[in-house]
């Protein structure tokens, strides 16, 4: 028998392909879960349960959340990642990670072959995919889902046909936990117009009273939260669930997707809102405008190429190395109020804080030059503008 590895969640799709794939195709069939941060172990028990009551061989569950933050989730945040100004990339980061981990899982039990649930509708096809392509060409890939363009109703008829009678029940709202945000899909976001409801989303609002806390960053990461050191994934966990609670980070991002149509998805992430913002307001104090100006633009193309599964080029290995260079100064802590629904910055301590220096208060007084330098220095400014006003100003 061929040794294959499935990626398994324990949901419609990869049930069918666990079971179909073993009884069926002939294969021996090592179901594997990567988890980014998104499982309980009391989940992971009832996921590992049910693969084997479908037939695999073995199941293995794999704790990448550390992996997670190390390899995407920091840099997310040192280059204030928010796709089209809006979503903290929750989801498709984590599947870089996960795809990879398989493959390494493979690769370390000799298997020939690797199946995953996509359907052909989506992006983690082409983010799986290409993963796989380049760390293990010589490995098949098998989707029989996206093969067999096979519908919901089918996939449940089979299971059922072979005396697996779970609740296949269709969840009004699809739910993706992960250590950077819960995405949510539902009948609203398959329309242009229609805001998802309170229900919809997995934290509801359960904090009145305005609540005060600081994050400290150090060289661009989280070093402590409300002056309680820890790691930066405890803080990112114990951050969430706080600010969870007041309902913060619910959003619906709209963004062209890999396959090239548009596609609208809810999310919930307070503490990647909360915690890109942060990082964002020491970065206004601490590094130059140029700095910024740069960070933007990279930062920008990185989530880009990230989204559109393009991890493995070496361009996001250069990009890392300039993110990590501007995080020298990046260190303070960062003054918060926690809201129902909302947050809002406060303001900044740092030693690096570049407000800090003698030469002047914006708009108040200067020390730093004269009044005839300031005059010299806009004459001197004005000239590109005097130059082309003269040249063209006959001109239509």
């Known amino acids: 028998m061929k040794k294959l590895v499935l990626a398994y969640s324990g949901g419609l799709d990869t049930s069918y392909c666990a079971l179909h794939l073993s009884k069926e195709e002939g294969y021996e069939v090592h179901a594997v879960t990567v988890n980014t941060g998104g499982f309980t172990e009391e989940e992971v028990s009832d996921i590992k349960q049910k693969a084997l009551n479908l037939g695999v061989k073995t199941y293995k569950s794999i704790d990448a959340v550390d992996t997670f933050y190390d390899k995407v989730v920091k840099y997310l945040v040192y280059g204030n990642v928010l796709r089209n100004n809006t979503y903290p990339l929750s989801v498709s980061a984590e599947r870089i990670v996960q795809a990879m981990e398989i493959v390494y899982h493979a690769k370390a039990i000799g298997a020939s072959s690797i199946a995953h649930g996509s359907t052909g509708a989506g992006n983690d096809q ?27 109703q089918e996939e449940i008829s089979y299971l059922q046909e072979q005396g697996i009678d779970y609740s296949w029940e269709k969840a009004k709202y699809s739910i993706n936990k992960g250590l950077w945000g819960t995405s949510v899909g539902g009948d609203e976001t398959l329309s242009s117009n229609r805001a998802l409801p309170d229900e919809a989303f997995p934290s509801p609002l359960k904090a009145q009273d305005p609540q005060k806390i600081s994050l400290s960053f150090k060289k661009g990461e989280l070093s402590a939260m409300n002056g309680k050191s820890g790691s930066p994934v405890e803080i990112i966990e114990k951050l969430n669930e706080l600010a969870s609670q007041y309902a913060i980070g619910r959003d619906i991002h709209v963004g062209d997707t890999i396959i090239g149509i548009k596609g609208r998805v809810g999310f919930e992430a307070a503490a990647p809102l909360i915690i890109i913002k942060a990082h ?5 104090h601490t590094l130059s405008k140029w700095q910024q100006y740069q960070k933007e633009q990279l930062g920008n193309f990185y989530g880009m190429l990230l989204h559109e599964g393009n991890y493995l080029d070496e361009v996001m290995r250069n990009i890392e190395v300039f993110l990590e260079d501007t995080q020298k100064n990046v260190s303070g802590d960062v003054f918060i109020s926690l809201h129902p629904y909302r947050f809002t910055l406060e303001g900044i301590s740092s030693e690096h804080d570049l407000m800090n220096a003698s030469f002047g208060s914006y708009g108040e007084w200067n020390e730093g030059w004269t009044a005839n330098d300031a005059k010299g220095f806009i004459k001197i400014l004005s000239n590109p503008g ?11």
């Open 126 to 152: 082409v983010r799986f995919d290409m993963i796989f392509q380049i760390l293990a060409p010589e490995i098949e890939i098998i989707t029989p889902i996206r093969d067999k363009q096979l519908s919901r």
């Open 280 to 284: 964002h307001l020491l970065e206004k």
């Open 386 to 396: 005097k130059i082309t006003n003269h040249v063209n100003q006959n001109n239509d």
